[in-house]
């Protein structure tokens, strides 16, 4: 196993953030406060001094991995499986525009079971699984005791990170959903990954996340 170190830092705050709406894979910029948040957390990786940085290709977490790049002169590389979840048909609604379209939507979450988002979307499973795989590419592209940090998104970050450590489905509800411009800090352990730190530099705000629409 690497014995490098992941970082995965959720991208900054959005509009549609504020506003509850969940964002999935439309392309929604960062607002102002969005900006200000990536360069305020960009000059404390930094110090981290990754070796790679890599970003999901959608704008909000492209314009987040920007502000570190442009501060540590790394070429960001773009992996399309960091991406947020797909919502299909539900993106742009806020969760109770969800459960008012789809009432059975609440009874099979508080079920604990996994369903497709919007008709077309993605299951957690199926979002979990390529985030892993994106997280594990971004590992390779650092030398033991390096540092990469990998730029994602809230819910692909929680369960893409759960699945990497080894975690059931049924525990991946344990973690809080991640602040805009916080992070994940993992290094290998004996057994495999493990997290050494979780929503680290949240500033003192409410966390928003489009992790409560796409959990239904």
Known sequence: MSAARLVVWRHGQTAWNVEGRGQGQTDVPLDDHGIAQARAA???????????????????????????????????????????????????????????????????????????????????????????????????LVDDGETVVAVSHGLATRVGIARLVGLPPAHWEAFGGLGNCSWVVCEPGRRGWRIIEWNAGTLPEPVLSDDRVSSA
């Open 42 to 140: 960009a000059a404390r990786l930094a110090a981290l001094r990754p070796a790679a940085l890599v970003s999901s290709d959608l704008r909000r977490a492209a314009q987040t991995a920007a502000e570190l790049a442009r501060i540590t002169s790394l070429t960001v590389t773009y992996d399309p499986d960091l991406r947020e979840i797909d919502l299909g048909s539900w993106a742009g609604l806020t969760r109770a525009e969800v459960h008012a379209r789809h009432p059975e939507i609440a009874a099979l979450a508080a079920a604990g079971e996994d369903f497709r988002r919007g008709g077309h979307g993605e299951t957690l499973a199926e979002v979990a699984e390529r985030a892993e795989k994106g997280f594990r590419r971004a590992i390779e």
